[in-house]
Every structure is written in structure tokens, then in C-alpha cells.
T-cell receptor, first 115, second 114 residues
Framework: AQSVTQLDSHVSVSEGTPVLLRCNYS??????LFWYVQHPNKGLQLLLK??????LVKGINGFEAEFKKSETSFHLTKPSAHMSDAAEYFC?????????????FGSGTRLSIRP | DVKVTQSSRYLVKRTGEKVFLECVQD?????MFWYRQDPGLGLRLIYF???????EKGDIPEGYSVSREKKERFSLILESASTNQTSMYLC?????????????FGQGTRLTVV
């Protein structure tokens, strides 16, 4: 069975410092992995995705994530936080060969940025 | 540049009412989804549809039904609203081929059942 765990419900960093949002997954198959961002009162937007190509994936707004099969992790990072990064972030795992009911969302990590 | 539109941002309904949430996408996507979002629980799939008149249950279908009469429109129906259905509801769509493509989400409908 597939599952995804976001290890922190809330992360707070100072503007200009690095961001690390942690995600671990469990999947019987070679999964597809995604990060989505949700700004207040907005819909979800795709940040980046891993679909068995390069293990280091670059996304929008300077974010990137590295797929580590040995650690079953797909952590999201950014070298320098900006105030506009304050939002909720969701890690998503899916089996690309199954129906949509195999898509699993993490519980979300709220990122706060201190001035 | 609107891609997925949910008919209402905020709704307040009474217990026992029949509630319709509408979602329209303009990208000619085959797959459409309804999720509910609750604090600490992430997004949970209620129903999805992979073609007109086709639907499958997600993880939490109880108390809900759906309708897809046209490719661009996917409706979520609360047959008899209850207070535990107070939540944020999100609609999404993707191209055919599963979820290995970008999903586009509507802005959500915040439903309060009193």
C-alpha cells in the first residue's frame, strides 16, 4: 500500500535562510512524486514532480527536491526563503500505472517566514 | 487564464439540505476529481471520473454522489448535508493517463453546514 508522511506540520524560517520540508513515502511500485503549494485562499499549484527521470528535480520559484530511493524520501528545499514562500506545501505520491484512487496526499506542512 | 472553476467560494447550508457543488474545466481533460481538505488530514479523495458518465469511489465516498454529464463539468452532490461535511472542497482535473501529469485545481469551495 502506498503512503506519504510529511514529517513536520509547521516549519518556520527566517527570510534569506534555507528551507527544508521533509517527505517520506512508501510504495510497492516505482512511484511518481509531486510537491504542490497552496497559498492562502488559493488553489493548489504544482511546484515540481519526479517521474523516474533525473533524481534531482527543479521546480518553480527556486525550489528543488531530490528523490532518494534508499531513504524513501523526497524532501523539498530552497536555498534562500522569501516572504512570498509562506504557504502550505503538500507532498503527493502516486502509482502512475494505477487509477486515480492510488493518489495519496500528505497531511501538509505550513511554512512560515520570519522577517 | 482560468482553467478550473468552482461555482462558489463560500456556501452555508442547513443540515438535511441537498447540496450541489459544481466544477468546470476548460482544458478538455478526461479526468476530474473531488477532494475534501481538512486541517491535519491533507486532501482526501471523494470521487473521481475518467470519462463522461463514468465515476469511481475514492477513499471517503459516504454521504456523497457525483455526476458527469458533460466532459467539462463534474458535480459533487451531498444528498443530505450533515455538520461533519463542513469542509473545504477542491476540484481538480488531469489529462488521461493517470496522475502522472500536472493536476489543475480550482480555488475551492468552503462549505459550512449548520
Amino acid at each position: 500500500a502506498q503512503s506519504v508522511t510529511q514529517l513536520d506540520s509547521h516549519v518556520s524560517v527566517s527570510e534569506g535562510t534555507p528551507v527544508l520540508l521533509r517527505c517520506n513515502y512508501s510504495s510497492s511500485y516505482s512511484p511518481s512524486l509531486f510537491w504542490y503549494v497552496q497559498h492562502p485562499n488559493k488553489g493548489l499549484q504544482l511546484l515540481l514532480k519526479y517521474t523516474s527521470a533525473a533524481t534531482l528535480v527543479k521546480g518553480i520559484n527556486g525550489f528543488e527536491a531530490e528523490f532518494k530511493k534508499s531513504e524513501t524520501s523526497f524532501h523539498l528545499t530552497k536555498p534562500s526563503a522569501h516572504m512570498s514562500d509562506a504557504a502550505e506545501y503538500f507532498c503527493v505520491v502516486s502509482d502512475p500505472y494505477s487509477s486515480a484512487s492510488k493518489i495519496i496526499f500528505g497531511s501538509g506542512t505550513r511554512l512560515s517566514i520570519r522577517p | 487564464d482560468v482553467k478550473v472553476t468552482q461555482s462558489s467560494r463560500y456556501l452555508v447550508k442547513r443540515t438535511g439540505e441537498k447540496v450541489f457543488l459544481e466544477c468546470v474545466q476548460d482544458m478538455d481533460h478526461e479526468n476530474m476529481f473531488w477532494y475534501r481538505q481538512d486541517p491535519g488530514l491533507g486532501l482526501r479523495l471523494i470521487y473521481f471520473s475518467y470519462d463522461v458518465k463514468m465515476k469511481e469511489k475514492g477513499d471517503i465516498p459516504e454521504g456523497y454522489s457525483v455526476s458527469r454529464e458533460k466532459k467539462e463539468r463534474f458535480s459533487l452532490i451531498l444528498e443530505s448535508a450533515s455538520t461533519n461535511q463542513t469542509s473545504m472542497y477542491l476540484c481538480a482535473s488531469t489529462l488521461a493517463g493517470g496522475f502522472d501529469t500536472e493536476a489543475f485545481f480550482g480555488q475551492g469551495t468552503r462549505l459550512t453546514v449548520v
